[in-house]
């Protein structure tokens, strides 16, 4: 077997296991007339994902007297898309939040692109079953 016909299987196999939807946007900036910033966001691409932590790592912060937790989370998207960025949104169907990615993943041998992503949670994101 070659590396080309191991890489081709390999692709196919790590798309296979991409069963998420997920949409990536571009948010920009630009002051409004009234001076404040309004941020719109372009879609870069949508299609197939898959999500998973590949190491626990949490932080956790107050902000406006509530504990914002950060968390770090890997998606992978297929290997032949391009054009994603370091600050790019990712929205994945079924996911209350929304991921910011942090960081670019490449290699030789890529069977899938891979992001780094950082996804803040906050107690309205969790379902506690009404415990207060």
Same mark, same amino acid.
């Given at each position: ?7 081709? !299987?390999?692709?196919? =196999? #790590? ?7 997920? &949409? ?6 630009? *002051? ?23 190491? !626990?790592?949490?932080? =956790? #912060? ?7 937790? &950060? ?6 998207? *297929? ?54």
């Amino acid at each position: 077997m070659t590396a080309q016909t191991a890489l081709t !299987a390999g692709r196919r =196999a #790590a798309e296979a296991l991409m069963t998420d939807t997920c &949409t990536i946007t571009r948010p920009t900036t630009t *002051p409004d007339p009234d001076g404040l910033d309004r941020i719109t966001e372009t879609p870069v691409w949508e299609g197939r994902c898959k999500v998973q932590t590949y190491e !626990a790592h949490e932080t =956790a #912060a107050q902000s406006g007297g509530a504990l914002v937790v &950060t968390q770090r989370y890997s998606i992978h998207i *297929p290997h032949n898309v391009g054009a994603v960025r370091v600050g790019d949104l990712i929205r994945v169907t079924g996911y209350l939040s929304v991921f910011r990615v942090t960081g670019l993943f490449d290699k030789t041998y890529a069977t899938s692109r891979r992001f780094q992503v950082d996804v803040e949670t906050n107690r309205d994101d969790i379902d506690d079953g009404g415990i207060p």
